[in-house]
């Protein structure tokens, strides 16, 4: 049985600029939508951990790429927003879920606690 996944607003917390908005919008369809995939497919959310550590990094260099495209970078910068979209998704399974930019999201697998 897939459990509903829980997203809840959690008030403006910052001035985000437009571009921003933009993006938090973006990512919260977007977050859903891969939360209900990873349901689907059942795989123990555990075994993203790699994926994680490694999207962390390409982050951390290129964070700039997603908030600032360019037409030289916009396929990078979809690259990194997907990552982005699937990294908070897998973050949703961990035990009270993850927020993020103002939103907090909570799933669990097949009734399981949350690990």
């Not at 998704?89 to 009270?96: D, G, H, I, P, T």
């Not at 993020?100 to 909570?106: I, L, P, S």
Request: net charge negative.
């Amino acid at each position: 049985m897939l459990q509903i996944t829980k997203v809840e607003w959690m008030g403006d917390r910052c001035d985000a600029s437009l571009q921003e908005k933009h993006l938090i919008s973006a990512l919260r369809n977007n977050v859903e939508l891969e939360i209900q995939k990873i349901m689907l497919t059942r795989r123990p959310p555990e075994l993203y951990c790699d994926e994680l550590q490694y999207f962390g990094e390409v982050l951390c260099e290129k964070g700039d790429v997603l908030l600032y495209p360019t037409k030289k970078t916009i396929d990078e910068a979809q690259e990194i927003f997907r990552g982005l979209v699937r990294a908070i998704a897998v973050l949703a399974f961990v035990k009270s879920g993850v927020e993020v930019f103002g939103y907090r999201y909570e799933a669990a697998i097949d009734g399981r606690s949350k690990t």
